[in-house]
């Protein structure tokens, strides 16, 4: 048996030691999903697993609540894998952040006893607030990824997926404020905040004509109004665009804008719109990397897809795309079989628990920290 090889058995051993643990971990998070930013139990029961095992861990890292760093090793080389947390808002662990944390904790236990013999310090980013609050982004502004070598994850989907395709995306909160008024006796003293709203959607739903088809722009107004006889005075919402890059992405945002300027304009209303978060990128693959992770799922019995609907949450946006353009990086979907039930969907958060869950962690787990041997043993020679 090759070094290489004999490496691997070990951390495959090691990820199945401790598989209960994980699953215990995974199914923590389903059951006490937290959204973003607040994700205060989470983070501490990922650190508390990691101490647990001999790392280092750094809690409200770089001034961030619920972001977290733990370390292993005194190698050269430093090889992070990032673990989300956040839930989505009403649906829970729809999008499997509970397996995402799982199976990058897996991988950096089963690597930590062998990380100075390959040259390498092992670390596990708890990166808060992904599902559109740019937690990584905030991270990489304050230093968190400063030096690191290489970032990795695998993220759930319906199935298999080697290559992350993200639109760019950015976050807008909008409001309008008119004036109200009586809907019935004085409606000529008000000016509607509803109406404005209405106008620039239907802006939006002509504007797209003219899109290309790179492009989306989707939205919710998450205040309407408080009485249907009282014209409304303000009202709010939340709006995404996502285009193929960041170039597209700032192209269509302006054109997006005037729309939600034509309501204003339109009813005498004011309008304002406010970032969320600064926008995602698009994402850099180190393609070296993803070929030897696709070549590990293989070899651990994944079968991969590249066609058919099915394959469509790998055009999901993420933060870690930003990560990617400066820390070389690979971001595959691991999948849970379960199509047509899609991420964000209610009846995905199912899928993230159960036989079928357990079985892709610990693929995921073992096919990432695999990943990091060969890279290191790269290094190496």
């Not at 760019?168 to 404020?177: E, I, P």
């Not at 099915?310 to 400066?326: F, H, K, L, P, Y």
Request: charged content about 20%; hydrophobic content about 40%.
């Amino acid at each position: 048996m090759s070094e290489t090889s004999e490496a691997k058995k070990r951390v495959q051993d090691d990820v199945e030691s401790v598989h209960g643990e994980l699953i215990a971990l995974s199914e923590y998070l389903h059951r006490n999903p937290e959204t973003a930013w607040n994700e205060v139990e989470s983070a501490k029961k990922v650190a508390e697993v990691l101490r647990r095992y001999g790392f280092d861990v750094t809690e409200d890292f770089v001034g961030l609540p619920t972001a977290l760093h733990a370390r292993f090793g005194s190698g050269t080389r430093r090889i992070g894998y990032m673990a989300e947390y956040d839930a989505l808002p009403g649906i829970g662990h729809a999008c499997g952040h509970n397996l995402i944390s799982a199976m990058s904790v897996g991988a950096a236990i089963a690597l930590a006893p062998r990380a100075d013999e390959l040259g390498i310090t092992v670390e596990v980013f708890g990166t808060p607030a992904e599902e559109g609050g740019g937690g990584k982004i905030e991270m990489l502004d304050r230093g968190a990824f400063e030096g690191l070598d290489f970032a990795m994850m695998a993220h759930p989907a319906p199935v298999d997926v080697a290559r992350a395709v993200p639109f760019a995306v950015s976050h807008s909160a909008v409001r309008y404020t008119g004036k109200a008024a009586h809907a019935a006796a004085y409606p000529t003293h008000g000016r509607n905040a509803a109406d404005a709203f209405t106008i620039a959607q239907v802006a939006i739903g002509l504007l797209r004509q003219q899109l290309p088809p790179s492009v989306r722009v989707h939205g919710i107004v998450t205040s309407g109004g408080e009485a249907p006889n009282a014209i409304p005075q303000s009202t709010a919402g939340r709006w995404y665009v996502r285009a193929e890059d960041m170039a597209e992405l700032a192209e269509t945002e302006e054109k997006v804008r005037r729309c939600f300027e034509a309501g204003a304009l339109a009813t005498g209303c004011d309008v304002e719109i406010e970032p969320e978060s600064q926008p995602y990128s698009d994402f850099r693959t180190h393609e070296p990397a993803l070929a030897l992770y696709e070549q590990n799922a293989v070899e651990l019995g994944r079968e991969f897809v590249t066609e058919g609907p099915e394959t469509q949450m790998c055009r999901a946006s993420t933060d870690m795309g930003n990560v990617s353009q400066v820390v070389p990086a690979i971001h595959p979907y691991i999948g849970l079989g379960c199509f047509p039930v899609l991420n964000h969907q209610r009846e995905f958060a199912d899928h993230c628990i159960g036989e079928v869950a357990s079985r892709t962690l610990s693929d995921g787990a073992t096919a990432l920290a695999w990943t990091a041997v060969d890279l290191a043993q790269g290094w190496m020679s």
